[in-house]
């Protein structure tokens, strides 16, 4: 009897970075590529935030799903499978707008959302005639995706394995923004009965729904609220914080079992969110928003700012480090502006010749790889540490964790994860999966 063709399909570490240590959850990619794998092929998935890829063991394909931070080490995973005559292809945010860079280390390049054209894909690699590129002519529907396979991969690894998607796409075109590149410019929703579904069969745990706006069409997310109402599940998500202003969405996010937001805040100056073209979040007051979330939703706030920016100068650090406590939040993510290619912001930095590096493995938002407005480089870098170290410093984590009695378990687990973040300087990223 034949054997079954032995499929890789791996995520690359930062340029081989790898901190042996358990991470917050898997990229979602990974389980659900293999969930469209035809049945007759043998699938190994590897995460490499947990496990590095075994370079001994002979596969008869091999498929990474590449960011670009990542790229660095995928290339060079990918030359040297090819190298022994294994065939590679090459997918994800980066080879989509980096094709012709990705090429050179691949036999195919998938571009943009792998579902329409995956089989396809694997089955001209089983017959040993890849095409060089695999792209599908439109975005496809949510409805009907198959069950993403997560029991392939290492769940000791994770805090959590239940990473569950309910949207894609984002109609706002935020100039550092990567996501509209490959999800598109159009809010696609799952239908809520297959979301219900999946997250009924989940595992013990806590839930990390992905979406970049979970709440982007309020009525349908208390639709889908009530419906997780009855299974008493623990979840966190992606929001912005315009949800303050729905008290019943907030209510219902609550009774679901909504234990955590993650909401892009970005800056607490107005005109740079003007400059980048992030205009949800001038349309509330941010401190306000928050402080509501927190104190009448009873939903702790994870925020996300960016230093860097045009109107940024060297006093932005201890500003926006004074705006995270004053208000309260559960846990904060600071990023160092990072010009992503595809993006406007590359564009724009690339124009001025602001570009400091094009060495992707330099991109994770801890580095800084082109010439800040109002500061130097180094004056940037140093800020971002300088404020990690400040609002992760043992004493106000505990402080922090004492004022939310009810999440205390959740919250420190968040802060110690973005604590260790900001000591080593590795990509900071949103929800899992994201």
Sequence with gaps: MKDCFRLLIAAPSINGWWHGKKVLAPPRALPLLAGL?????????VDE?????????????????????????????ADHFRANEIPVILGGIHPTVMPDEAAQHADAIGIGEAEPYWEEMIR??????????????????????????????DASGYLTTNV?????????????????????????????????????SLPPGWIGFVSDNFAAAPGRTKQLCEALIPLGKKWLCQADVRISEDLELMDLMYRSGCHG???GIESIDPAN?????????????????????QKVGKIPVIGSFIFGLENDDPTIFIRTLRFAKKHGLAAAQFSALTPYPGTALFDQMVKAGRMLTYDWSRF?????????????PEQLYAGRQWTYGHFYSWPSIINRCRKLPEHRILAMLANR??????????????????
């Design 261 to 263: 937001v993650f909401a």
């Design 49 to 77: 935030n947990v496990r590095r890829v075994d370079t001994t063991k002979h596969y008869d394909g091999v498929a990474l799903s590449v960011m670009t931070p990542s790229a660095h080490r995928a290339y060079a995973l």
């Design 364 to 376: 994770t938002f801890a580095d800084v790889v082109f010439r800040p407005n109002g500061m130097t």
């Design 124 to 153: 001209d690699m089983q017959a040993g005639h890849l095409k060089p590129r695999y792209q599908a002519p439109a975005h496809r529907r949510l409805d009907g995706l198959p069950r993403p396979r997560f029991e392939l991969l």
């Design 164 to 200: 569950v998607e309910t949207t894609r796409g984002c109609p706002y075109g935020c100039a550092p923004c990567s996501v509209s590149l490959i999800a598109g410019r159009e809010y696609r929703h799952r239908p809520v009965e297959e979301i219900v579904e999946e997250v009924r």
């Design 417 to 434: 994860s973005y604590r260790s973040i900001g000591k080593e300087g590795g990509l900071a990223g949103g929800l899992p999966g994201s």
């Design 273 to 293: 969110l003007l400059a980048i073209n992030k205009t949800p979040c001038n349309q509330v007051e941010p401190g306000h928003a928050i402080e509501v979330i």
């Design 37 to 45: 794998t035809p049945s007759d092929v043998d699938v190994e998935l």
